[in-house]
T-cell receptor
Framework: ETGVTQTPRHLVMGMTNKKSLKCEQH?????MYWYKQSAKKPLELMFV???????ENNSVPSRFSPECPNSSHLFLHLHTLQPEDSALYLC????????????????FGPGTRLTVL | AQSVSQHNHHVILSEAASLELGCNYS??????LFWYVQYPGQHLQLLLK??????LVKGIKGFEAEFIKSKFSFNLRKPSVQWSDTAEYFC????????????FGKGTHLIIQP
């Protein structure tokens, strides 16, 4: 596997279900991100993890719960979602440039298409 | 807070036409600027980026973009488009430094007619 992978690619769930999205990066990066892509809206940043610590949470409802057990894996745990949460959820990774002269280029996975019934 | 505005949501061109997609951002500090492309059925890929230095940056597949600081703009250009350039194009900005999330524009859906 190369790049950023996400599983599952498609997920249909009821409002009372609990499910998890998984992201894995094979690029040796130390920062990972969750984004939400809804129809007719810009990609929205949800969570940022750097060195396995959450550094940003963009006021996301608590029914979305991220977990970053190590620098290569990122999860998004879902529970009691609403139909308006149906969207494409994208994971990305980058190398945290702090302390260097580099920049924050992010590499994206293919996304998980989530439908909440 | 940062914001990104892409002026054209849908653009239809014929092959060999020239392309310019507008992008303006609002942020007063140091910025990193990006254009991403999403081909049908594929994931987001980086076309080009601006970090510092020469404001005219060249990316993959013949694309280029010019950073004009005074206009807060980072427009994407290609002198002659191909049918394979049909895709969704996203402009994005980060504040630079640290693992910052990207702020994206709404995207431009580009259709190239053969």
């Amino acid at each position: 596997e190369t790049g950023v992978t996400q599983t599952p690619r498609h997920l249909v769930m009821g409002m009372t279900n609990k499910k998890s999205l998984k992201c894995e990066q094979h690029l040796g990066h130390n920062a990972m991100y969750w984004y939400k892509q809804s129809a007719k809206k810009p990609l929205e940043l949800m969570f940022v993890y750097s060195l396995e610590e959450r550094v940003e949470n963009n006021s996301v409802p608590s029914r979305f719960s991220p977990e970053c057990p190590n620098s290569s894996h990122l999860f998004l745990h879902l529970h009691t979602l609403q139909p308006e949460d149906s969207a494409l959820y994208l994971c990305a990774s980058s190398q945290d440039p702090r302390g260097t002269s580099s920049y924050n280029e992010q590499f994206f996975g293919p996304g998980t298409r989530l439908t909440v019934l | 807070a940062q914001s990104v505005s892409q002026h054209n949501h849908h653009v239809i061109l014929s092959e060999a036409a020239s392309l310019e997609l507008g992008c303006n951002y609002s942020y007063g500090g140091t910025v990193n600027l990006f254009w991403y492309v999403q081909y049908p059925g594929q994931h987001l890929q980086l076309l080009l980026k601006y970090f510092s230095g020469d404001p005219l940056v060249k990316g993959i597949k013949g694309f280029e973009a010019e950073f004009i600081k005074s206009k807060f703009s980072f427009n994407l250009r290609k002198p002659s488009v191909q049918w394979s350039d049909t895709a969704e194009y996203f402009c994005a900005v980060s504040s630079g430094g640290g693992a910052d999330g990207l702020t994206f524009g709404k995207g431009t859906h580009l259709i190239i007619q053969p």
